[in-house]
């Protein structure tokens, strides 16, 4: 069974950082897809960044801003974000795919605001 737990939201100002990270148990994430994902109230959770086969994908809306990575020792993915806008204020979840079964995490909140 895969477990999947984010930590690293709260409240940050627009143009400040904030790092998101969702650790695993029961998998490695070295080898597998692994990515991020938002939602906000009344909309569609939609793709934030993801690593595909060592490739690393950006939705346009965050991309030169947000920066994801993993780091195999800890068996974590980062979404490291930079220059916030109140715009990516939604819940953040970590989903990997594991013999074509997606697990997600809880989430995290994240508010951009001033």
């Known amino acids: 069974q895969v477990q999947l737990v984010e930590s690293g939201g709260g409240s940050v100002q627009p143009g400040g950082s904030l790092r998101l990270s969702c650790v695993a148990s029961?998998?490695?994430?070295?080898?597998?897809?692994i990515g991020w994902f938002r939602q906000v109230p009344g909309k569609e959770r939609e793709g934030v960044s993801c690593?595909?086969?060592?490739?690393?994908y950006y939705a346009d809306s965050v991309k030169g801003r947000f920066t994801i990575s993993r780091d195999a020792a800890k068996n974590t993915v980062d979404l490291q974000m930079n220059s916030p806008k109140p715009e990516d204020t939604a819940v953040y979840y970590c989903?990997?795919?594991?013999?074509?079964?997606?697990?997600w995490g809880q989430g995290t909140q994240v508010t951009v605001s001033s």
């Open positions: 989903r990997v795919q594991v013999d074509g079964v997606y697990y």
């Open positions: 690593i595909d086969d060592g490739t690393l």
């Open positions: 029961g998998h490695t994430l070295g080898y597998v897809t």
